[in-house]
């Protein structure tokens, strides 16, 4: 990793990076290959297929979305030593309408995964009759479309403003992205909470907690600072980003070490309030996810999520290192799906299911999908924003 | 018995991590190096070896825990303990949110104390500051026993605007 700093390539000079074509055809075999099983797993399993979908549909776009949320973050503090990298969160961002696709294709599914979709469910369960206003079919197809035409609309808003800037070299465009941030950060903050009640935590439609956005929320956050950090060195040694430098290196170790403690406060905080008071339909979140098929995975979800990073990143020259920052990442992004699968398939698979094929074909499936949007979105676009006002300060950012 | 350091003087930040490099390279011992406010790679410049600040940290972090660890679990499992909704009285999550405080707490209030009393800020420290380092200048020191002379014609090719010596205490 070179610590000096190179000079800004001339305004205009390249297109994109150009992602080997053997990455490009491997996304492309992923994708069909995975969401293909998936498509023949509806029909043999449908349950564990559509837990899957929804487990890695979520988790890749959390990835795109956490691009944008970096983004909105960096742009709203007014912060000028991400520039250099600004295109790999934006690349992310270009997944989200990509991304929509596996959560919409769950729609007309909804009465395998969710129990409240079921015919009878509603009129029968005292608990649940006075949700049906709320939780039915339609209204959560178009609560759906709107939130993600809602996010489609603002991440597109803000790489098209910064790709922009490339010829046009004006800073308003960089305050029109910080007034956007603004707004989407807030928006975004409200319908993210609503997309994590209505798709993850409406699966057990008698349980309810009101920290459940904010912990996911904290692993949205976690994960997409590991992703981007790995994209960051990957395209490093490719030879795509030689400005990259040590200390942006050590400022995403920080962050991914910051938002594993969050996430790890927060899980905890939800734990704790639960396990103290002890009431039986808040406790039903738990109990079967501490017992049985599901203790070990639970138990591994804190040491993946928190405990590991945690040790592995606290010394200095840790987050320094691109060899260890890959390590580490690998495992939170591990960490992050074995999050969501804990949250998602004991729901309708309450004795247990590890990671079998379903699971396998949905994580190659989806990332894919992910891998094809985002190579796309780094080849269309020059990996240096010349015109970035930023950029400058970037490129000698010291920490 | 006192011996004299060098002072050089400089008026950017520019040429102090020059001078800075040059002395060192030239052979002179640092004493220390004074600017008003933290000059980026100047631990780099001077050869600073890293911080041993983040082991107190570290330690002061995992006595806090131990601590709060073993007095929780000492007054509600040893010396007095309660029923609290049914259970056991070895819990240890409720144990958590206190050792997190105790862990922060020592962590935080033992390295700044630390750093202080390292860098011998406390009252009645009798440290004396050299003239307009906490203002507009930036001063590297040399330490006493090295060719001062020599040192002093490095700083002054390097830019220094005024050179002196302060007799210290050895």
Redesign the interface.
Known sequence: MSSHVHEAPPAGSSGGFEVGAGVRRAALVAAVVGLGTLGAGLALYPERALSSLLTSGFLFLCLGLGGAVFLALMYVANAGWFTVFKRIPEAFSAYVPWGAAPLLALVPFAPKLYLWARPGVMETDHLLHKKAAFLNVPFFGIRMVLMLALWVGFTWLLRRNSLKQDTERTEALTKRNVATSAVFLVLFGLTFCLAAFDWLMSLEPHWFSTIYALYNFAGLLSSSVCAITVAAILLHRAGALPQLNTSHLHDLGKLMFGFATLWAYLW?SQ??LI??A?IPEETAYFIPRMHGGWAVPFYLNIVLNWALPFVLL????AKRNPAHLLRVAAILLAGRWLDLHLMVAPANMPDGAGLGLYELAGIVGVGGLFLLAVTRAVRSAPMIPAGDPYLVESLHH?T | MSASVLIGYFDSEEKVLDATRAVREAGHALHDVYTPYAVHGMDDAMGLKPSRLTWVCFGAGLTGATLAMSLQLYTSVVSWPLNVGGKPFNSFPAFIPVSFELTVLFAALTTVAAFLLRAKLFPGSKRAALPRVTDDRFAIAVAPGTELAAAEEVLRRHGAVETARVEVAS
């Open positions: 905890f734990f704790l396990w103290y002890n606290l010394p200095r020259p010291h």
